[in-house]
């Protein structure tokens, strides 16, 4: 089974910007869609976005939408999530995903143990 790593959360004031990675063990990672997630506390996990194997197609939950990204990283196991104008409602553990990823559901058969995102007011 592939291994999954998030990395890059942290404590930051709303209106600033964060980059998430999402580093694989294997490099068919590069082939496969690769879905982002997030849980806050007490509440359902949740969809933000994905990106296709080729990297071509990306969607997004319509509460992120213009405001994070993401991209295929130079290394081709690794897939990042470009956080930008950060609001207190993006707290929320993140997660990266992949395995039967699809776009607005928050089901995938791989998960990463997550990376702590927190948006000061």
């Known amino acids: 089974q592939v291994q999954l790593v998030e990395s890059g959360g942290g404590l930051v004031q709303a209106g600033g910007s964060l980059r998430l990675s999402c580093a694989a063990s294997?490099?068919?990672?590069?082939?496969?869609?690769v879905g982002w997630f997030r849980q806050a506390p007490g509440k359902d996990r949740q969809f933000v976005g994905l990106?296709?194997?080729?990297?071509?197609?990306?969607t997004y939950a319509d509460s992120v939408k213009g405001r994070f990204t993401i991209s295929r990283g130079n290394a081709e196991n690794t897939v990042t999530l470009q956080m930008n104008s950060l609001k207190t409602e993006d707290t929320a553990v993140y997660y990266c995903?992949?395995?039967?990823?699809?776009?607005?559901?928050?089901?995938?058969?791989?998960w990463g143990q997550g990376t702590q995102v927190t948006v000061s007011s």
């Open positions: 995903a992949i395995g039967d990823v699809v776009a607005g559901l928050s089901t995938a058969r791989n």
């Open positions: 294997a490099r068919t990672f590069s082939r496969v869609t």
């Open positions: 990106i296709s194997g080729n990297g071509l197609i990306t």
